[in-house]
Structure formats: structure tokens, C-alpha cells
């Protein structure tokens, strides 16, 4: 196997790990949007439980029982359930959006340039930009992480989601980008270098 077969190799298997973790946000979508229906839903239906039930027609004291049927349902559980999935989205998101090109550029000059010159401001800023701040990303956050799976740290507020699975996410997240960074620039690479010529053979054209 070529050398340019085996950077081709590698960087596919980071994408595929990068698409898997793309496809997940998918699903973190879903369930971020059905959450955050039953909160509005859950809460507005709690109003009717401040109905007073005494001396109230069948129908007030019906939407009484609707309103505290809501309210027990109601909890601070599916309140963070809703920004934890929309944390997720955004942070397990981001290495498959490099790998489909849906970051924000500023292609002011970019769509000018030549291929080989697009290549090379790929890998410079990857190699400059990207995978530095990656890194810093990850020995800032680390710290945080190993405290809060010491002190097991859950929400302040009651009913509250545990803080420290959320929190491990930032690193392994940026670790992902990292990588994926890794495979993007290996694939610029490969656009600057050259075919491989074709031996052709030849036979001999004698009368």
C-alpha cells in the first residue's frame, strides 16, 4: 500500500468516527425538541392547578386536577435535559460539521484561489489555528473534569441532572475535533501531491 493510500486510509476511519458522533446530534435533536415540548406544554397546563377547587363547577375542578397532574409532572430533571442535549448537539457536532464543510468561512478571497493554494491555507490554519486551540481546549478543561467526577457534582437546584457525565463531554469533544482536524489536513495534503505516473508499456511497432 502507497504511502498516499495509507494517509487516505486513516483519515477515513477518523471521518467515519467523526459522521457516527454527527449522526447521534441527530437523535439529540429529536429528543432536545420533544423535551422542550412537554416543558411548555407541562408548564402551562401547572397554571390551572391555582384554580380553587372549592365550590368550583365540574369543569374548573377538572382543570384543577389537569394543573396538578402537570405541576407533580413537572421537574428541574427534563428542564436540564433540554440545554444538557443542546450542549451535546453543538459540542459532538462539531468535528462532523469540519468533516461536511458546514463551519462559517470568510471566503472573501478563498473562491479565487487556485486548489493548491486553498490546500495550503487549510493546513496552515488547521496546523496553526485549530489543533492549538483543540489543545488548549482540553488541558483548560481537564482540571474542571477530574474535580467534579471527585466530588460526583450534581445540579444546584433540586430534581437537578449530575453535572460530571456533561462536563466530560467538553474534552472528548475537542479530542474528536483534534482529531478530526488531524484527517482533514491529511487530505489537503494528499492535494498537493502529484499523481503517480502511469508506466505504460511498450511493445514493439517493427514491420
Known sequence: MTRNKVISASAGRIEKVSDFFGKMTWYCTLLMVIAGAYNAVVRSLAGWAHIDPANASTLNKSLHWIGEVARQGSSNTFIELQWYLFSLIFLMGAAHALNAGAHVRVDILYNRLSRSAQAW????????????????????????????????????????????????????????????????????????????????PTGNHGI
Open 121 to 200: 491555507i487549510n493546513i496552515i490554519g488547521t496546523l496553526v489555528f485549530l489543533l492549538p486551540f483543540c489543545a488548549l481546549m482540553v488541558g483548560t478543561s481537564w482540571p474542571a473534569v477530574t474535580d467534579s467526577w471527585a466530588r460526583l457534582e450534581g445540579s444546584p437546584d433540586p430534581g437537578g441532572l449530575p453535572r460530571y457525565p456533561l462536563l466530560t463531554v467538553i474534552p472528548l469533544a475537542f479530542i474528536l475535533l483534534m482529531l478530526q482536524g488531524l484527517a482533514f489536513a491529511a487530505r489537503e495534503t494528499l492535494q498537493l501531491t502529484p499523481p503517480p505516473e502511469r508506466n505504460h
